[in-house]
């Protein structure tokens, strides 16, 4: 089975910066996507930002400038650096990969559990 687990989640005033990490874990052989999602409250889940394996990103038009997703592929780590942060940025962050294990050939997708950043002074 494979288990991802986001951290970095806070509070924190508007303008000011959080990064975010999702590290994957099991019988892992291969990472294509490690994508970033959030949810505000009382809306839908959205993609904020995405990364492929050969480094290419992609961002939402309302975070373009202000966040920056990274990996560290041998560490089956994703980051995402948010800075000048707004209210609007509020919600629950999930990490989604896109993952080979050693079970089969093929890839799956893999949710983790989700961190909360508020941004409100």
């Known amino acids: 089975q494979v288990h991802l687990v986001e951290s970095g989640g806070d509070l924190v005033q508007p303008g000011g910066s959080l990064r975010l990490s999702c590290v994957a874990s099991g019988r892992i052989t291969d990472i294509r996507a490690m994508n970033w999602y959030r949810q505000p409250p009382g809306r839908l889940r959205e993609l904020v930002a995405a990364?492929?394996?050969?480094?290419?990103?992609d961002y939402v038009d309302s975070v373009k400038g202000r966040f920056t997703v990274s990996r560290d592929n041998a560490k089956k780590t994703a980051f995402l650096q948010m800075n000048n942060l707004k209210p609007e940025d509020t919600g629950v962050y999930y990490c989604h990969f896109n993952v080979q294990t050693e079970l089969n050939s093929g890839y799956s997708l893999f949710w983790g559990q989700g961190t909360q950043v508020t941004v409100s002074s």
């Open positions: 990364s492929t394996a050969h480094g290419v990103t």
